[in-house]
């Protein structure tokens, strides 16, 4: 078990050009999170797309073979020694179609973490998930959340309970909700005593401009990392355990 994590809020904007043109991109982006020593790299909601359910019309824009279609990512995950969780619409061998996040690790074939709390219009697209996705990277406890999963406090416990240590969310907020979405963050990760990380969309989507704000913020609630702007940007920060067993009750 390690004794520190080193992560990255990844705050992409997607590129025009399908799914093809932001593989690469978040190859790039993996890249840089691996100059920093991330060991995990989170990517936004619906990351390899953007955000515009409009676009699910057309079957080319869903993952329905992730070890053929992300091969690319599978392969730099493999070649840095790095984990990245990346936002898609995907459809799992059995036809049910998910919004998640997919992780690719190295050794390992990619694990769909299907958004639990849908919202709005995705409630005519997708079938939710049941409850948190919970992995592993090197012995810490990573939950997988997206976007509307985090505004609702069950889900965070629930992952708190199965021994999260890290509680990173994929999401997509907009300008005026800065507030919000720090609320969000701090409570989660000060009422469930985990690090809270979240990697928001860059750029505008079919929901508006984004507000940016992507980060980390440690289990006192207080944020630790911050991105600058609402570009594509990199956010790394070290978690080390010595926090979280500050904030722990002791057994």
């Not at 992995?135 to 990573?142: P, R």
């Not at 997206?146 to 999260?164: L, T």
């Amino acid at each position: 078990m390690s004794a520190e994590l080193t992560v990255a809020a990844v705050q992409s904007v997607p590129l025009p050009g399908g799914l093809h043109a932001n593989i690469d991109e978040h190859v790039r982006l993996l890249e840089d999170a691996d100059g920093h020593g991330a060991r995990l790299a989170v990517f936004p909601e619906l990351s390899l797309t953007g955000y515009d359910l409009s676009l699910f019309a057309d079957e080319s824009a869903w993952i329905t073979s992730p070890s053929a279609q992300l091969a690319e990512i599978q392969a730099a995950c493999e070649d840095m020694g790095i984990a990245a969780a990346v936002g898609a619409a995907v459809r799992e061998p059995d036809g049910t179609p998910r919004l998640a996040s997919l992780l690719l690790r190295p050794g390992t074939a990619p694990l769909i973490a299907p958004k639990v709390h849908l919202h709005g219009a995705e409630r005519e697209l997708f079938e939710p998930g049941d409850h948190p996705t919970l992995v592993e990277v090197d012995g810490w406890k990573v939950a997988l959340a997206v976007c509307f999963d985090v505004s609702q406090p069950r889900h965070a416990a629930e992952a708190a309970a199965s021994g999260a240590d890290l509680y990173a969310a994929s999401s997509v907020y907009v300008a005026g909700e800065e507030r919000r979405l720090d609320l969000h963050f701090g409570a989660r990760a000060m009422d469930s005593r985990f690090f809270a990380l979240l990697a928001n969309a860059g750029g505008t989507s079919a929901l508006g401009e984004s507000c940016g704000e992507s980060g980390i913020w440690g289990p006192d609630g207080h944020r630790m990392a911050a991105a600058r702007g609402t570009g594509t940007q990199v956010v790394p920060a070290v978690l080390f355990r010595s926090a979280l067993m500050r904030y722990r009750p002791r057994a």
